[in-house]
């Protein structure tokens, strides 16, 4: 049955195929959720939950710095709403198409309903890409974008955020659009900047999140982060708070990546060295290749479309953090980690694991942390801004870290208490799905046929 509802999504739309792999595991998590209570088949859950509850697609035209007209599709994706208002991010990159967006407002659904906040999923963006773009371009774009957007959205609606390629400068340029056009100063946006509106903690939130469900997992086992060697990927906002909290949890961390390449640094990336690359990526927007110009001691490896494998992740370590984007850690690589020792995956990024990876980890016995529960700190600290905001008050750094530390504490129990619940203990995975799951779909029906 729950297969059946994968073909469904397939022969609807054969080509989104991120899409389709987000379903699938879903679906293969809640098969036991389902034997056990036919009620939700007879209300067709499954079929209501695969089809968002709107797809807004339009055109975001835009002049360059030359004069020059472009034009770039834009979306939002409201998934469902039956626990809190449409939440999730927008992502800003080439490669943005509406199956990765449906894909990415999918797993929000669930990853938000762990949170312990009311929030339903959304997910938006465009194939915009802002690599060496000028601020200019990338201010006019995101006026242009809003001004389609704004009559979506609002703080009881729908509340976006940033993903890849949206950060607090491009945040700062839709808020003042949407400001502009809504004539309103509300919460409408999370991820502000502190002077207006924003939460302490939200930029480090996802990298910290995912720290510190490294450490719950960790604690399973009578383990802990402390002098562990650890892999991470990408070098964006989750991947550099990642790095932050590893080295509080006296951990040493040894890669960094982009797009183009990784920085390998055997004598590990310390305070200073972190610094340097939050100045190289946020402010200077430039390569980490250009890390081992400061430290020549760090190798780097440029990307080889010939290798059928990804060598940042066939190094010695304990840990493995993905924190770039999906699909990046594939059946060898998965492998590879293993055979390199790595007990812990925590992932920072969304669905960075292919299914048969994922098999690989769960079947090996390793502690794997899915996105959806490991990375749920992002979007926890945006719904205390959001919290903030409707009460007119700011919490402080620490108040703000002790309640991402209980929500990320939370979340891990519950993972573990519904996948011991349904028979297979350890397994975060089908614990993150099935928590997840039944939170939404006993509020579908509680709502009736809407
Ligand atoms: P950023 O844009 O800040 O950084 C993304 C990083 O990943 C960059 O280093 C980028 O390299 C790299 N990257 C992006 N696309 C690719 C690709 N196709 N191949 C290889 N590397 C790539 O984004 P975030 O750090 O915010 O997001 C990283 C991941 O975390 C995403 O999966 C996102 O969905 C997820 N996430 C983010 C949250 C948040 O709060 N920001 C919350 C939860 C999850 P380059 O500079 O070359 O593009
Ligand atoms: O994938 C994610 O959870 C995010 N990009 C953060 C979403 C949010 O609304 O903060």
Redesign the pocket.
């Given at each position: 049955m729950s297969q059946d509802i994968l073909q469904i999504a397939k022969s609807k739309d054969p080509y989104e195929r991120e899409f389709h792999q987000a379903v699938g595991e879903v679906m293969e998590s809640i098969r036991p959720v389902l034997d056990r209570n036919p009620q939700y088949r007879k209300a067709k859950i499954l079929e209501r939950l695969i089809e968002p509850d709107r797809v807004i697609m339009f055109r975001v035209p835009w002049m360059d710095d030359q004069g020059e007209i472009h034009v770039n599709r834009g979306f939002r994706i409201e998934m469902n709403n039956a626990i809190g208002p449409y939440k999730g991010?927008l992502?800003f990159?080439p490669?943005v198409n509406l199956g990765i967006l449906k894909f990415?407002a999918f797993e929000q659904v669930f990853k938000n309903a762990l949170t312990t906040l009311p929030m339903g999923g959304g997910k938006g963006g465009s194939d915009f890409d802002p690599?060496g773009k000028s601020d200019n371009e990338v201010m006019r774009f995101c006026q242009t974008f809003m001004c389609e957007l704004f009559r979506h959205i609002g703080p009881d609606t729908d509340v976006p955020?940033?993903?890849?390629?949206?950060?607090a400068r491009e945040i700062g340029y839709l808020f003042g659009m949407y400001k502009k056009l809504a004539n309103e100063f509300t919460g409408v946006l999370t991820?502000k900047s502190l002077n207006w509106g924003g939460s302490l903690i939200?930029p480090e939130?996802?990298g910290y999140g995912s720290v510190y469900f490294a450490s719950e997992m960790m604690t399973t086992r009578n383990k802990s982060l402390d002098g562990k060697t650890c892999l991470v990927?990408?070098?964006?906002?989750?991947?550099?708070f990642t790095v932050d909290k590893l080295l509080d949890f006296k951990a040493k961390v040894v890669t960094?990546?982009?797009?183009?390449g990784y920085i390998y640094d055997e004598e590990g990336i310390d305070r200073k060295k972190i610094a340097y690359v939050k100045k190289l990526?946020n402010i200077r927007r430039g390569?980490?290749k250009e890390y081992v110009q400061e430290y020549p001691s760090a190798v780097y490896t440029a990307?080889d479309p010939s290798l059928s494998y990804n060598p940042l992740w066939n190094h010695k370590a304990d840990c493995a953090f993905p924190?770039?984007?999906?699909n990046?850690i594939n059946e060898e690589d998965a492998r590879n980690l293993i055979k390199n020792g790595v007990f812990a995956v925590s992932e920072?990024?969304?669905?960075?694991t292919v299914p048969g990876g994922a098999d690989i980890f769960r079947e090996s016995g390793i502690l794997y942390g899915p996105?959806k529960a490991a990375?749920?700190?992002?979007?926890s600290v945006?719904g205390l801004e959001m919290t903030q905001n409707s009460m007119r008050i700011s919490w402080t750094r620490e108040e703000v870290d002790q309640r991402l530390k209980m929500i990320m504490h939370s979340i891990h129990r519950t993972c573990l208490e519904a996948a011991a619940e349904y028979g297979t203990p350890g397994n975060y995975v089908n614990g993150a799905n099935i928590a997840g799951f039944v939170k939404v779909v006993e509020s579908m029906i509680d709502q009736g046929l809407v």
């Open positions: 991010g992502r990159h490669s990415l690599k955020a940033g993903d890849i390629g949206v950060g991820g939200r939130a996802t990927s990408g070098s964006g906002n989750v991947a550099q960094l990546s982009d797009s183009s990526k390569r980490i990307v924190s770039a984007t999906q990046e920072g990024a969304n669905m960075p996105g990375n749920a700190g992002g979007v945006s």
